[in-house]
């Protein structure tokens, strides 16, 4: 189901031609753990807005620039071969 999904977005990625890339980040106070959420937002062919969340995972490490561009990367580079866009 999660292929097939992946599958999906990358077909309609293909025929759009900008997107935007949102983030959230969080820690949980007690355990001092980082969390990162990648969102991906853009306008298909009918006019209509579409989000999609990428990924949410821990954040290793500060809450620096150089460590969310990281986390951001890593999400786009290897979820979905963006590697031209960036």
């Known amino acids: 189901m999660k292929a097939k999904k992946k599958d999906e ?16 980040l969080c820690t949980h106070e007690l355990m001092q753990i980082h ?6 937002h853009f306008i298909d062919k009918d006019w209509m807005l579409n989000s999609r969340i990428l990924a949410t995972r821990e954040m290793e490490g500060k809450k620096t620039g150089n460590n969310i561009q990281q986390e951001v990367d890593g999400v786009l580079l290897a979820g979905f071969c963006l590697c031209n866009e960036l």
Request: aromatic share 10%; net charge positive.
């Open 9 to 24: 977005l990358i077909q309609k990625l293909q025929k759009i031609l900008s997107f935007g890339v949102t983030l959230d």
């Open 35 to 40: 969390y990162i959420n990648v969102m991906l």
